[in-house]
């Protein structure tokens, strides 16, 4: 009896902790890069991390054999996916509601991370000269 309490007790930390995580993931960090995008690749972006979260999630619901350790990481991924699909989604529908050709989505370390990974962007190099060029037209504005 003392037993079940006491895997009851286990339970209800572990899952106090995962929703505390949760919120914690949910929130952005600093914001350290910013990101231009035509309205066009924007649309293309969010279909892609449509599919990926759909992916990740339906990864996670089917495998049985993951450890809590990789369940982790993939919660912490899809929230961090999350946070940047709501950026996205956000600044998408201002351009179309304003009929702006563009925007710039501001990043941190994680989303931006997340972004090149669904970008499909592999060179630090390039990315670093137009998020330069962002931040001066953002200053500008």
């Known amino acids: 009896m003392a037993n079940n309490k006491r895997t009851n007790e286990i339970m209800g930390n572990m899952e ?46 089917e495998n049985d054999t993951l450890s809590f350790k990789q369940s982790m990481k993939y919660c912490r991924d899809n929230n961090i996916m999350f946070r940047l699909a709501r950026k996205l989604i956000t600044e998408y529908d201002f351009a179309l509601d304003k009929q702006k050709d563009s925007i710039v989505l501001e990043l941190d370390k994680e989303e931006f991370k997340a972004y090149r990974e669904i970008a499909g962007e592999k060179s630090q190099n390039k990315s670093k000269t137009f998020i330069q060029f962002s931040k001066r037209v953002m200053i500008d504005e």
Not at 29 to 56: D, F, P
């Open 16 to 61: 106090f902790l995962i929703d505390e995580l949760k919120k914690e993931w949910d929130m952005s960090k600093e914001i350290k890069h910013y990101v231009g995008l035509s309205v066009s690749k924007a649309e293309q972006l969010r279909k892609k991390m449509q599919e990926y979260i759909v992916s990740c999630s339906m990864a996670i619901e």
